[in-house]
């Protein structure tokens, strides 16, 4: 499956999702393209490789 992207100058781009894994930290990205629509860094939730290092209190059940 490939990603559409928009980088910060304007141009677009087909990207593999663990490229734009890379390209959201480089912080190159300023859009990609979900199912439900285009997804902006800073304004819409994004996936983070720093998945897992939740420090909160555990709430899910056993």
Do not use: C, H
């Amino acid at each position: 499956m490939m990603i559409r992207v928009m980088y910060s100058d304007g141009r677009f781009d087909m990207v593999k999702p663990g490229m734009l894994d890379n390209l959201l930290n480089r912080q190159v990205v300023t859009s990609f393209k979900r199912n439900t629509g285009w997804a902006v860094v800073g304004r819409d939730a994004i996936r983070s490789s720093s998945r897992g290092n939740y420090r909160g209190m555990e709430r899910r059940l056993p």
